[in-house]
């Protein structure tokens, strides 16, 4: 009932800047929180930002000065900006969005997945 449409990936240097965008739509009542997450190649899932609607935000230790993740609430929209990025931020990068339906449903959806690759 909730969908997510990612943008914003592809191949750039080490050093380079990305930034990935996420827009939710379909029977949104509300969102209470928008996450990015990552998968690197034969490894799990791990948690990149997360930003919820009181605009508390938290981030994996590895990406802590370098990515920010922000939130166009008006938009259903959240941004990863990635700057000063590494060859180990290569990955398929996942948008995680949390809230309720019209029906007043939790929803917890996922985006399809975009690449990032990052040369050395």
């Known amino acids: 009932q909730v969908q997510l449409v990612e943008s914003g990936g592809g191949l750039v240097q080490a050093g380079g800047a990305l930034r990935l965008s996420c827009t939710a739509s379909g029977k949104i009542h509300s969102i209470d929180d928008m996450g990015w997450y990552r998968q690197a190649p034969g490894k799990q899932r791990e948690l990149v930002a997360r930003r919820s609607r009181a605009t508390t935000t938290i981030y994996a230790n590895s990406v802590k000065g370098r990515f920010t993740i922000s939130r166009d609430s008006a938009e259903n929209t959240v941004y990863l900006e990635m700057i000063s990025l590494k060859p180990e931020d290569t990955g398929v990068y996942y948008c995680?969005?949390?809230?309720?339906?019209?029906?007043?449903?939790?929803?917890?959806?996922w985006g399809q997945g975009i690449q990032v690759t990052v040369s050395s």
């Open positions: 995680n969005v949390r809230g309720s339906t019209l029906d007043l449903q939790s929803y917890d959806s």
